[in-house]
């Protein structure tokens, strides 16, 4: 079954790996990103070419809000960028679709040009300037706005990157030339110009092919969270003893608290942030911290997109192969609720008994993280006549995934891991509310275990529940301890 980039365009996965893309699903985005510090930190020319082409755009920005030159309308032509769905990586758990670079992303960039960004390019303390600072901050600015808005300044060099490879490797049937908007700046005309490209082409889009090394998960090397956790380093790192009182003084004051009341950890993040505004330099300090660890980084990075692809490509098409093997998965028929309940014993029967588990272990570490799980439910709902969709959020919150066939024929899923804190919370109320709020008159919970005691935990949440048995509550079990030793990951 065609999934992946390769199986796509009929070229091999050693094809693609060894040009040093990412073999991407063309179901489902992964849960990759760029990462513009590895452009900085890259020993590639072309890499370091392209981080200065990110830092000239930023400066060109930083000097036009200084001076008094930015418009709404120029706002959006130079702030506000459209989603690239078409390198197929980012947050969508269903399909490729994304929001963009919007208002929100525009204004937090425009605010923080002229104040943390002031001294960019003439840095003192830290060895280059780097985009990731805008998150540091504000608000609202995460991972997926930094890679979104990294992809969009290397467009060009994106589209030239996929275009060498597809006419070295794709079918001409399977070429297409196309315009891209926005896909170089012209200084000259202080305005974005678009491209013109060959590339791979399918169902209506064309695709982009990313290097791996530029990407990563989780989180940037430079991150907001990152910065919090060490803020017990970064002050003893100033030379200037002095002021590395005051900035320990200032953080205690705002973290006073009564006698006898320890703080919560929000209120020390809280705490923390408020000091760094109070002394922006600490932020130059953070990040020449992260510079000078620029090696961890790129190994890091190398780990965590080795194992998505582990994960998310050789062990999907393990699983795909078992599930096809099983007469007539793809072919199931009856209502949603009926082929959901199929599907998904086909699926468990899979992951317990036929070594699917493997999908969720990597170096006998188990694999746990219900953005996958949610992501694997999309796979195996390919080749259905049914539609497999991220739940509209209604104002509470979304459910997983919503199984349609028209109007009047829905199931609801909610996927969990049996480790999640809010497990008894979410099968007491979630779903049910879901179900009264939607025209979906059924709904699963679908909840994977990994050891005996999750296990245990589960089977005691729904004993007291009193839905312990309950055909809509599908439990599998992921360990890896009790499963015939040669299927053993």
Same mark, same amino acid.
């Given at each position: 079954?065609?999934?992946?980039?390769?199986?796509?365009?009929?070229?091999?996965?050693?094809?693609?790996?060894?040009?040093?893309?990412?073999?991407?699903?063309?179901?489902?985005?992964?849960?990759?990103?760029?990462?513009?510090?590895?452009?900085?930190?890259?020993?590639?020319?072309?890499?370091?070419?392209?981080?200065?082409?990110?830092?000239?755009?930023?400066?060109?920005?930083?000097?036009?809000?200084?001076?008094?030159?930015?418009?709404?309308?120029?706002?959006?032509?130079?702030?506000?960028?459209?989603?690239?769905?078409?390198?197929?990586?980012?947050?969508?758990?269903?399909?490729?679709?994304?929001?963009?670079?919007?208002?929100?992303?525009?204004?937090?960039?425009?605010?923080?040009?002229?104040?943390?960004?002031?001294?960019?390019?003439?840095?003192?303390?830290?060895?280059?300037?780097?985009?990731?600072?805008?998150?540091?901050?504000?608000?609202?600015?995460?991972?997926?706005?930094?890679?979104?808005?990294?992809?969009?300044?290397?467009?060009?060099?994106?589209?030239?990157?996929?275009?060498?490879?597809?006419?070295?490797?794709?079918?001409?049937?399977?070429?297409?030339?196309?315009?891209?908007?926005?896909?170089?700046?012209?200084?000259?005309?202080?305005?974005?110009?678009?491209?013109?490209?060959?590339?791979?082409? #399918? @169902? !209506?889009?064309?695709?982009?092919? *990313?290097?791996?090394?530029?990407?990563?998960?989780?989180?940037?090397?430079? =991150? +907001? /969270?990152?910065?919090?956790?060490?803020?017990?380093?970064?002050?003893?790192?100033?030379?200037?003893?002095?002021?590395?009182?005051?900035?320990?003084?200032?953080?205690?004051?705002?973290?006073?608290?009564?006698?006898?009341?320890?703080?919560?950890?929000?209120?020390?993040?809280?705490?923390?942030?408020?000091?760094?505004?109070?002394?922006?330099?600490?932020?130059?300090?953070?990040?020449?911290?992260?510079?000078?660890?620029?090696?961890?980084?790129?190994?890091?990075?190398?780990?965590?997109?080795?194992?998505?692809?582990?994960?998310?490509?050789?062990?999907?098409?393990?699983?795909?192969?078992?599930?096809?093997?099983?007469?007539?998965?793809?072919? #199931? @028929? !009856?209502?949603?609720?009926?082929? *959901?309940?199929?599907?998904?014993?086909?699926?468990?029967?899979?992951?317990? =008994? +036929? /070594?699917?588990?493997?999908?969720?272990?990597?170096?006998?570490?188990?694999?746990?993280?219900?953005?996958?799980?949610?992501?694997?439910?999309?796979?195996?709902?390919?080749?259905?006549?049914?539609?497999?969709?991220?739940?509209?959020?209604?104002?509470?919150?979304?459910?997983?995934?919503?199984?349609?066939?028209?109007?009047?024929?829905?199931?609801?899923?909610?996927?969990?891991?049996?480790?999640?804190?809010?497990?008894?919370?979410?099968?007491?109320?979630?779903?049910?509310?879901?179900?009264?709020?939607?025209?979906?008159?059924?709904?699963?919970?679908?909840?994977?275990?990994?050891?005996?005691?999750?296990?245990?935990?589960?089977?005691?949440?729904?004993?007291?529940?009193?839905?312990?048995?309950?055909?809509?509550?599908?439990?599998?079990?992921?360990?890896?301890?009790?499963?015939?030793?040669?299927?053993?990951?």
């Amino acid at each position: 079954m065609a999934t992946f980039f390769n199986d796509f365009f009929e070229v091999s996965e050693d094809d693609v790996e060894a040009y040093g893309a990412f073999n991407v699903s063309l179901i489902n985005d992964l849960p990759l990103f760029i990462d513009p510090f590895l452009l900085f930190h890259s020993e590639k020319e072309e890499y370091q070419q392209l981080h200065g082409e990110i830092l000239k755009y930023l400066i060109f920005l930083r000097d036009e809000v200084a001076a008094g030159r930015v418009t709404d309308d120029l706002i959006k032509a130079w702030f506000r960028f459209p989603e690239v769905k078409q390198n197929w990586l980012g947050f969508s758990q269903v399909g490729n679709g994304g929001t963009g670079l919007g208002q929100d992303f525009a204004e937090a960039l425009s605010a923080n040009l002229h104040t943390i960004f002031a001294d960019f390019g003439k840095e003192r303390i830290s060895k280059g300037s780097h985009l990731e600072k805008v998150c540091l901050i504000s608000s609202g600015v995460g991972k997926d706005n930094i890679s979104d808005f990294t992809l969009n300044l290397i467009l060009d060099y994106i589209c030239r990157y996929t275009q060498e490879f597809a006419r070295g490797y794709i079918p001409p049937k399977l070429r297409r030339t196309v315009w891209i908007e926005k896909a170089k700046f012209n200084y000259e005309t202080r305005s974005w110009q678009r491209g013109q490209y060959e590339l791979p082409f #399918i @169902n !209506g889009d064309y695709v982009l092919l *990313t290097p791996k090394d530029m990407l990563t998960r989780e989180e940037n090397w430079i =991150n +907001k /969270g990152d910065m919090v956790r060490q803020f017990a380093e970064i002050p003893r790192a100033l030379p200037d003893a002095e002021l590395r009182g005051q900035v320990f003084a200032y953080f205690d004051s705002v973290l006073a608290k009564p006698k006898g009341k320890e703080p919560s950890q929000k209120e020390i993040a809280e705490a923390t942030i408020k000091t760094y505004l109070q002394f922006p330099e600490l932020v130059d300090w953070y990040i020449k911290f992260k510079e000078d660890r620029g090696e961890e980084a790129a190994d890091e990075s190398s780990a965590k997109v080795a194992l998505t692809r582990f994960i998310f490509e050789h062990q999907v098409k393990d699983i795909q192969a078992q599930l096809a093997s099983q007469s007539g998965f793809y072919r #199931i @028929n !009856g209502t949603t609720y009926e082929e *959901t309940h199929e599907r998904l014993a086909f699926f468990k029967d899979v992951i317990e =008994n +036929k /070594g699917g588990h493997r999908i969720f272990w990597h170096n006998g570490e188990s694999i746990q993280r219900e953005s996958d799980l949610q992501i694997l439910c999309k796979f195996i709902w390919c080749g259905t006549p049914s539609d497999a969709s991220a739940e509209v959020n209604d104002g509470r919150g979304p459910v997983d995934f919503k199984i349609s066939r028209g109007a009047f024929d829905k199931t609801l899923i909610e996927m969990k891991l049996a480790k999640n804190t809010k497990l008894k919370q979410n099968l007491e109320k979630q779903l049910p509310i879901y179900q009264a709020s939607s025209s979906a008159k059924k709904g699963i919970k679908v909840i994977a275990y990994f050891d005996a005691a999750e296990k245990a935990k589960v089977i005691g949440v729904l004993k007291e529940l009193g839905i312990e048995g309950h055909p809509d509550v599908v439990l599998i079990d992921a360990r890896n301890d009790n499963k015939p030793s040669g299927s053993k990951a």
